[in-house]
């Protein structure tokens, strides 16, 4: 069992600033890629912004102003999100994918994709 332990959101002003957190655990081989998606009732989930184990990044459009990084020895990603604007407001979901070990020994290695539960972002106006 692989679980992702979201926190760091609230109520924040627009221009402030928000640091989100995620934290990996359970029983698995490597995480590969830690991303941030977020998503407002009655539109779809859209990737706000990723990053790999060696550290590249990738950001939305609309995320120019957030830093993604993580810690690879603590399973963490975080997204510091400054400017926040009331357009930023939705629940922010953490992903991960990687790789879990086998279920059995005639088993090979499986993929793993995981989510959190999501945080709630409102930026008031």
């Known amino acids: 069992q692989v679980q992702l332990v979201e926190s760091g959101g609230g109520l924040v002003q627009a221009g402030g600033s928000l640091r989100l957190s995620c934290v990996a655990s359970g029983s698995f081989l490597n995480i590969n890629v830690m991303g941030w998606y977020r998503q407002v009732v009655g539109k779809p989930r859209e990737l706000v912004a990723s990053?790999?184990?060696?550290?590249?990044t990738n950001y939305a459009d609309s995320a120019k102003a957030f830093t993604i990084s993580r810690d690879n020895a603590k399973n963490t990603v975080w997204l510091q999100m400054t400017n926040l604007k009331p357009e930023d407001t939705a629940v922010y979901y953490c992903h991960a994918d990687g790789t879990l070990p086998p279920a059995s020994s005639s088993e090979g290695y499986r993929y793993l994709e995981v989510w959190g539960q999501g945080t709630l972002v409102t930026v008031s106006s």
């Open positions: 990053i790999s184990f060696g550290g590249n």
